[in-house]
């Protein structure tokens, strides 16, 4: 083998042993030593992939990549909804910018308008709660969205509680669950910039169960109404449902009756007695919007 003039000479390889006498290669060696401080070792190529009846350091395969690196949308931790403050009056403006072209919508220009409420619509069953929340969501300018606590009480299949059964400690443990739920639920809508009306019978004579359950789950900003119909309107309408849904003559007409207790509450109540769907959601934004201006103490 030939080898360029002036280089030194290889080592010695396996399995060769130098012979006797000195060694030609060491005047070489000692010609190519560096005189100075040895010089700092460079960094060792990147291994390849182990090969099986060879020794070696194993390389570390990379880290698997984050979920939320590509396929995932964080959502913003949601929070209590703050309690509304008045609105202060606009001031006038001498040179008003053209404003866009409104959607169309059956509510009044000086109803809720484009603002982000959270909205508790109370009322025995059989006094069209879910029906008149679902169609105040739907004509919104905004986005809205509706939860119905007796939907997400549905949402257990096997081992459900009935209230047809009685109200029991499995069905006291469901209804809470499903509340926390539904104002989990509705706080991520709000901190997503979404409205949200929720509907469920609260009863006056339970306020830390019922009510300020709510309040703690939601937030202080929840803004409740009542919708309650006279007792014969109720049992009409009750007598149209089918499943567990529909309860006894004697259940609605006690429910109905601790319903009552709300009067002298503070609290709007809207007798949707003679108004049909659309006529008692105009009524409950005009409602709401008098309560954002004046919040109700509760």
């Not at 006094?127 to 009480?153: F, N, Y």
């Not at 209804?175 to 929720?198: E, H, K, P, Q, V």
């Amino acid at each position: 083998m030939q080898h360029t003039a002036g280089a030194p000479l290889p080592p010695h390889g396996p399995g060769r042993v130098p012979g006797p006498g000195p060694d030609p290669a060491a005047g070489w060696e000692r010609q190519a030593r560096p005189t100075g401080p040895p010089p700092s070792q460079s960094a060792s190529p990147p291994q390849g992939p182990p090969v099986r009846g060879r020794s070696g350091p194993v390389p570390q395969q990379a880290p698997p990549p984050s979920p939320d690196t590509a396929g995932h949308v964080p959502l913003p931790a949601g929070g209590p909804v703050p309690a509304p403050s008045p609105s202060p009056s606009p001031s006038p403006s001498p040179s008003p910018s053209p404003s866009p072209v409104p959607v169309p919508s059956p509510f009044a220009e000086n109803g809720t308008g484009t603002a982000t409420l959270a909205v508790l619509l109370i009322g025995p069953a059989g006094a069209g709660k879910t029906t008149v929340a679902r169609h105040w969501a739907q004509h919104r300018r905004v986005p809205t969205a509706h939860i119905s606590l007796d939907d997400v009480r549905e949402w257990v299949c096997s081992g459900f509680a009935d209230p047809q059964t009685g109200w029991n400690d499995q069905s006291e443990a469901q209804y809470r669950l499903a509340r926390r739920t539904c104002g989990f639920a509705a706080r991520n809508f709000l901190a997503n910039g979404i409205s949200c009306i929720l509907d469920d019978a609260v009863f006056p004579d339970r306020p830390v169960v019922g009510l300020g359950g709510w309040k703690r789950h939601v937030g202080p900003g929840l803004l409740p109404v009542v919708l309650l119909p006279g007792l014969e309107v109720v049992l009409e309408r009750n007598a149209e449902r089918s499943g567990n849904r529909r309860l006894s003559d004697e259940e609605v007409a006690g429910i109905h009756g601790r319903m009552a207790g709300w009067y002298g509450s503070g609290l709007p109540i809207i007798d949707n007695s003679r108004c049909d769907v659309e006529t008692t959601a105009r009524i409950l934004d005009d409602v709401l919007a008098r309560a954002l201006k004046s919040p109700p103490a509760w």
